[in-house]
């Protein structure tokens, strides 16, 4: 049977892999006499003093490579799939699933449904544990992988069932006490759908993690994502202003309850929450130190403490980007965001002008007819929405957009427009803005024809 091989892409410069003349386009075939099922055997079975590679060159030689280095030293090698495995797809149904509520006609990755526990260590994904088996939770306690990233959504097993549309998801909860028992470390998360796992059924789910804590770190709260394409799938509705006013005030109150008891808060509300309930966000302490950023938990105030941050550096020692002392920044430009972190960007974008008189700001909140009004998120915006609604508005000299607006590392949006086209049609250069206040204010800096001489 032939060996599981695993294609190199690329050899650092310098590296043990290139001293032992290693290419791209090599396999790897095996790690002291082992086959690799993954990049975590990899990167476990390559820590040692000694360790003898099996090569395939890609005319069909094979190489027998005995390698002394430091313990613990990486060989320099890269592979064509960072995982060094398929990813595995997800065996769920969800109720509230977004891919499901995607437009049909988009690139294909869109609608790959990941639940792989490996991604849950490399890239914060979150997994549901249906797809988790008794030798994915061996290897998790074996090579320490932690934390791990769980969508419990509820703790009660009958209800998760229906929600996953999975028999065996109740029982899947079961792997959380062998995490536990081992000591792994993980996050967890609950998409609050209505009349399903909200009221006195959040209440139970919370209750039952805190068992879990301290090896359970934070648990997040999120409401469903809705789009308009749900014809034909679970009917649910969205949260209004009373009900994200009771799920606020009950996490505020658990949370409480766990900084006595534990000293963290564990349970938070995303930022949507607050904004539906109309008030203010929490203040930094409360977020444990930001564990659910990516949740959307906390970024909004992690964004304007970081802005006035910023902006009381800049305006007490009056120093411009370039470090010249001077009026500051002037000139025209516009931003684009979403209708959610719209208020708390005109808020800052007014405080930038309040400041330098020489500036001009324009903020303009994109509806997302793409997926439906629902969605306000700025990851979410495409760009053909940002070309319908700017296209007749004045935008001065340059328009600022958030980096989550794109694909991750390209510059396309969600529905393949690329960056450049988009500044053809709108007639003007767009600058991408980094995730922080302080981002914030220098490309505000950068984008301006400052005063400075």
Not at 102 to 131: A, C, H, I, W
Not at 382 to 409: F, H, V, W
Not at 433 to 449: I, R
Request: with cysteine.
């Amino acid at each position: 049977m032939r060996k599981k091989a695993h294609i190199v892409s690329r050899v650092i410069p310098g590296s043990i892999g290139e001293e032992l003349e290693i290419a791209p386009g090599d396999r790897l075939l095996s790690i002291d006499n082992t086959e690799i099922e993954d990049i975590f055997d990899y990167q476990f079975m390559i820590q040692d003093a000694y360790v003898e590679l099996l090569l395939e060159k890609p005319d069909g030689e094979q190489w027998l490579l005995e390698v002394e280095k430091e313990y613990e030293e990486d060989l320099g090698l890269e592979f064509e799939n960072g995982l060094m495995d398929e990813y595995r797809h997800c065996c769920n149904k969800c109720v509230f699933c977004f891919i499901d509520q995607m437009p049909p006609g988009m690139r294909e990755t869109l609608y790959f449904k990941d639940d792989d526990s490996r991604l849950s260590f490399l890239q914060g994904n979150y997994v549901t544990l249906t797809n988790m088996s008794e030798h994915d939770i061996d290897r998790i306690c074996r090579y320490r992988l932690s934390p791990i990233n769980i969508s419990f959504h509820t703790m009660n097993p009958e209800l998760r069932c229906k929600m996953l549309n999975n028999r065996f998801a109740g029982e899947a909860l079961r792997k959380v006490d062998r995490l536990m028992e081992a000591d792994i470390h993980m996050n967890g998360q609950i998409v609050l759908c209505k009349g399903l796992n909200d009221g006195d059924e959040l209440e139970y789910s919370i209750r039952e993690l805190t068992k879990y804590i301290p090896n359970l770190e934070s648990v997040s709260v999120v409401p469903v994502g809705l789009t308009k394409y749900r014809e034909g799938l679970y009917p649910l509705e969205p949260f209004g202003r009373e009900e994200a006013i009771r799920v606020i005030d009950f996490i505020e109150r658990v949370q409480r309850e766990c900084f006595a008891r534990h000293g963290i808060h564990f349970v938070h509300a995303s930022d949507e929450w607050y904004i539906l309930a109309g008030r203010d966000m929490p203040e930094a302490e409360r977020y444990d130190g930001y564990l659910q950023l990516e949740n959307g938990v906390g970024m909004l105030r992690l964004l304007t403490d970081e802005f006035e941050e910023e902006m009381e550096k800049r305006t007490k020692s009056n120093v411009s980007a370039n470090g010249c002392t001077d009026r500051g920044p002037e000139g025209e430009l516009a931003i684009a965001t979403g209708k959610l972190a719209y208020p708390y960007i005109q808020r800052m974008a007014k405080r930038m002008t309040k400041v330098w008189p020489g500036l001009h700001i324009r903020v303009y909140p994109i509806t997302n007819f793409f997926f439906g009004e629902m969605i306000t998120v700025s990851g979410l915006i495409t760009g053909q929405d940002l070309l319908a609604q700017l296209k007749d508005k004045p935008l001065g000299s340059r328009l600022l957009l958030p980096e989550n607006i794109l694909r991750s590392g390209e510059a396309v949006f969600l529905d393949d427009m690329r960056l450049p086209e988009l500044e053809k049609a709108l007639q003007v250069p767009i600058n991408i803005v980094k995730s922080s206040g302080k981002d914030f204010v220098d490309s505000v800096f950068a984008s301006c024809n400052s005063s400075c001489r």
